[in-house]
C-alpha cells in the first residue's frame, strides 16, 4: 500500500501451479501507485505436494483464492485509507489469465476492468495439449527431434511463411494462414542431417493438429502454430517424467510419482475432467453480469506461444461473442502480439505494458501500455483499437530498441503500409484481417 496512493486497486495474476507470491507484478503495480495484492493461490510450498487429493487447495487454485484476495484486500485498503478503492483492475498472464476469466465469470462485481494475457482458462485440455505434443515428439528416437532438425525445420516455416502478412521479416504475422506440411523435408528414405524422418514428421503434424480424444475423437484443444519450433522440448527421449512445469493438474490426481507413459487420451482425460473441471474450468461466455455493471476485458496473445494455443484465446472470444450476440466487442478486446512467446519473449515486438520485469514501463501511455489503455477505457470510455508494441535488442531490458510495431484489436491485424522503415510502428496500419 503506497502512501502516494492514486485511489485505485490492483490484482495480480500467478503463473503455473501457483504455490508462491509474484513479487514482481506486485512492484510493478506499486510503482504506478497502485494499492497491490497477489495470493498463493492455496497451493503453497510448491504448487504440487500440498495440493495431491486436496479437493478444497484445488478449489483455493481455481478461484476462492483469488476471490478472497480480492475482497480482503478492499477491506483492508478501506481501514487504512478509510476510503474504498475509486476503481480495481486485475492484471495477469497463462494461470494468471485464467484467475482474471474466473473472476469476470463468477465474480463480476470484483474488478472494472480485467487484463489478461495466454489465459489457461481451459485448463485441462491445455495441459493434455502440452502432454500431447510432448510424447509425439517423446514416443521413441524415431520421433526426436535435436535441436538440429528443430532448427531445420523452423527454417522451412520461416521461409514458407514470413510473407503471408506482406512483410518478409523475420517475424510470422499471420501463423494462422501457415500451413506447410513437415512433409516437404520428409527424407527419401530413412533419416538424414538435411530432411526430417517419416517419425519425425508425424510427430509434427501431431502437434500442429492439436489432441484428440482417443474414444469420441473429440478434438480437445486448438494445435499450436507454426513458428513455436524451436520451443518444442529437446530432452531425449528416457526419462518418466514429463519436462517443464505442466505436469501439476497430473500429478495432483495421481500423484507425485505419475509417469506420463501410462496417460490415456481417452480414460485418463475424462477422469481429469471429472475430478477437476468444476474447479478449474472458465470457458463459459456468459459474462453478462460482468458486462452490465460495465466491466472491461482486454485479452493478449502471442502468435508464437508454444504453451497457450492462440487458436484457444480465439475461441474463447468467439465462445462470448455466440453467447451475447453483438455485444462482446463493446466490452472485450483481443490483441495477438506476432512472434511473441508465452506472455513475452520471442522474435517480435514483445512489451507492451505486459508486466515484463525490468523493462521500460509505460504507466501513463494508453498507446504503448495495456494497464494505462485499460484505465482510460474504464474511465473516459475511449475503447483501445491498437497497442504499440517494443522489441528491444536480444529481448534484453537495457539493449537498444530494435524495432517497434503496433499489435491491433482483433479482427485487425497489423500491415506494412509498403514505404517507410519496417522497424517503425508508424510504417504500419491496422486492417481487417483476411
Same mark, same amino acid.
Given at each position: 500500500?503506497?502512501?502516494?496512493?492514486?485511489?485505485?486497486?490492483?490484482?495480480?495474476?500467478?503463473?503455473?501451479?501457483?504455490?508462491?507470491?509474484?513479487?514482481?507484478? &506486485?512492484?510493478?503495480?506499486?510503482?504506478?501507485?497502485?494499492?497491490?495484492?497477489?495470493?498463493? &493461490?492455496?497451493?503453497?510450498?510448491?504448487?504440487?505436494?500440498?495440493? /495431491?487429493?486436496?479437493?478444497?487447495?484445488?478449489?483455493?487454485?481455481?478461484?476462492?483464492?483469488?476471490?478472497?484476495?480480492?475482497?480482503?484486500?478492499?477491506?483492508?485498503?478501506?481501514?487504512?485509507?478509510?476510503?474504498?478503492?475509486?476503481?480495481?483492475?486485475? %492484471?495477469?498472464?497463462?494461470?494468471?489469465?485464467?484467475?482474471?476469466?474466473?473472476?469476470?465469470?463468477?465474480?463480476?462485481? @470484483?474488478?472494472?476492468?480485467?487484463?489478461?494475457?495466454?489465459?489457461?482458462?481451459?485448463?485441462?485440455?491445455?495441459?493434455?495439449?502440452?502432454? +500431447?505434443?510432448?510424447?509425439?515428439?517423446?514416443? @521413441?528416437?524415431?520421433? %526426436?527431434?535435436?535441436?538440429?532438425?528443430?532448427?531445420?525445420?523452423?527454417?522451412?516455416?520461416?521461409?514458407?511463411?514470413?510473407?503471408? @502478412?506482406?512483410?518478409?521479416?523475420?517475424?510470422?504475422?499471420?501463423?494462422?494462414?501457415?500451413?506447410?506440411?513437415?512433409? /516437404?523435408?520428409?527424407?527419401?528414405?530413412?533419416?538424414?542431417?538435411?530432411?526430417?524422418?517419416?517419425?519425425?514428421?508425424? !510427430?509434427?503434424?501431431?502437434?500442429?493438429?492439436?489432441?484428440?480424444?482417443?474414444?469420441?475423437?473429440?478434438?480437445?484443444?486448438?494445435?499450436?502454430?507454426?513458428?513455436?519450433?524451436?520451443?518444442?522440448?529437446?530432452?531425449?527421449?528416457?526419462?518418466?517424467? /514429463?519436462?517443464?512445469?505442466?505436469?501439476?493438474?497430473?500429478? +495432483?490426481?495421481?500423484?507425485?510419482?505419475?509417469? +506420463?507413459?501410462?496417460?490415456?487420451?481417452?480414460?485418463?482425460?475424462?477422469?481429469?475432467?471429472?475430478?477437476?473441471?468444476?474447479?478449474?474450468?472458465?470457458?463459459?461466455?456468459?459474462?453478462?453480469?460482468?458486462?452490465?455493471?460495465?466491466?472491461?476485458?482486454?485479452?493478449?496473445?502471442?502468435?508464437?506461444?508454444?504453451? !497457450?494455443?492462440?487458436?484457444?484465446?480465439?475461441?474463447?472470444?468467439?465462445?462470448?461473442?455466440?453467447?451475447?450476440?453483438?455485444?462482446?466487442?463493446?466490452?472485450?478486446?483481443?490483441?495477438?502480439?506476432?512472434?511473441?512467446?508465452?506472455?513475452?519473449?520471442?522474435?517480435?515486438?514483445?512489451?507492451?505494458?505486459?508486466?515484463? /520485469?525490468?523493462?521500460?514501463?509505460?504507466?501513463?501511455?494508453?498507446?504503448?501500455?495495456?494497464?494505462?489503455?485499460?484505465?482510460? +477505457?474504464?474511465?473516459?470510455?475511449?475503447?483501445?483499437?491498437? $497497442?504499440?508494441?517494443?522489441?528491444?535488442?536480444?529481448?534484453?531490458?537495457?539493449?537498444?530498441?530494435?524495432?517497434?510495431?503496433? $499489435?491491433?484489436?482483433?479482427?485487425?491485424?497489423?500491415?506494412?503500409?509498403?514505404?517507410?522503415?519496417?522497424?517503425?510502428?508508424?510504417?504500419?496500419?491496422?486492417?481487417?484481417?483476411?
Amino acid at each position: 500500500m503506497p502512501t502516494d496512493w492514486n485511489g485505485k486497486f490492483l490484482g495480480t495474476g500467478n503463473g503455473g501451479a501457483g504455490g508462491v507470491i509474484q513479487y514482481d507484478a &506486485m512492484a510493478i503495480g506499486l510503482r504506478r501507485g497502485f494499492a497491490v495484492a497477489n495470493t498463493d &493461490m492455496g497451493t503453497s510450498p510448491d504448487g504440487v505436494s500440498a495440493v /495431491v487429493g486436496k479437493m478444497e487447495r484445488i478449489i483455493d487454485y481455481g478461484y476462492r483464492s483469488t476471490h478472497l484476495m480480492t475482497t480482503m484486500s478492499k477491506a483492508v485498503l478501506k481501514r487504512f485509507y478509510a476510503t474504498d478503492p475509486t476503481r480495481s483492475y486485475f %492484471y495477469g498472464c497463462s494461470t494468471g489469465g485464467a484467475q482474471g476469466v474466473q473472476e469476470a465469470l463468477k465474480f463480476p462485481q @470484483d474488478y472494472d476492468g480485467i487484463v489478461i494475457g495466454a489465459m489457461g482458462h481451459n485448463r485441462v485440455p491445455a495441459h493434455v495439449a502440452g502432454l +500431447w505434443a510432448y510424447v509425439a515428439t517423446q514416443h @521413441d528416437m524415431t520421433t %526426436y527431434l535435436t535441436a538440429a532438425k528443430r532448427k531445420l525445420w523452423a527454417d522451412k516455416v520461416m521461409d514458407s511463411c514470413d510473407a503471408l @502478412d506482406g512483410l518478409r521479416d523475420g517475424v510470422i504475422g499471420r501463423p494462422d494462414k501457415c500451413s506447410v506440411d513437415p512433409a /516437404v523435408l520428409q527424407c527419401a528414405a530413412g533419416d538424414g542431417s538435411d530432411c526430417l524422418s517419416a517419425g519425425q514428421v508425424g !510427430a509434427l503434424r501431431k502437434i500442429y493438429a492439436g489432441p484428440t480424444h482417443s474414444v469420441t475423437g473429440e478434438h480437445l484443444y486448438p494445435g499450436f502454430f507454426r513458428g513455436t519450433e524451436l520451443s518444442f522440448t529437446a530432452e531425449v527421449p528416457s526419462s518418466t517424467a /514429463v519436462s517443464g512445469g505442466g505436469n501439476f493438474p497430473f500429478q +495432483w490426481i495421481w500423484g507425485l510419482n505419475w509417469n +506420463w507413459r501410462n496417460f490415456d487420451f481417452g480414460r485418463d482425460v475424462d477422469v481429469m475432467r471429472n475430478t477437476l473441471n468444476f474447479a478449474v474450468d472458465a470457458t463459459s461466455g456468459d459474462l453478462t453480469a460482468f458486462n452490465a455493471r460495465g466491466g472491461k476485458m482486454m485479452m493478449f496473445q502471442g502468435l508464437a506461444d508454444p504453451i !497457450a494455443a492462440p487458436g484457444e484465446t480465439l475461441n474463447y472470444l468467439n465462445t462470448i461473442e455466440k453467447t451475447m450476440p453483438g455485444q462482446s466487442d463493446k466490452f472485450v478486446k483481443l490483441f495477438n502480439a506476432p512472434g511473441m512467446g508465452h506472455c513475452g519473449g520471442g522474435v517480435g515486438p514483445n512489451v507492451f505494458g505486459n508486466f515484463r /520485469v525490468g523493462f521500460p514501463d509505460h504507466p501513463n501511455d494508453p498507446t504503448q501500455d495495456l494497464l494505462a489503455a485499460m484505465e482510460q +477505457w474504464v474511465e473516459n470510455g475511449r475503447a483501445p483499437t491498437q $497497442i504499440t508494441a517494443t522489441k528491444y535488442v536480444n529481448n534484453q531490458p537495457t539493449g537498444p530498441v530494435e524495432r517497434t510495431m503496433p $499489435i491491433c484489436a482483433w479482427p485487425k491485424v497489423s500491415k506494412y503500409k509498403g514505404t517507410g522503415d519496417v522497424d517503425s510502428a508508424a510504417s504500419f496500419d491496422c486492417v481487417a484481417a483476411d
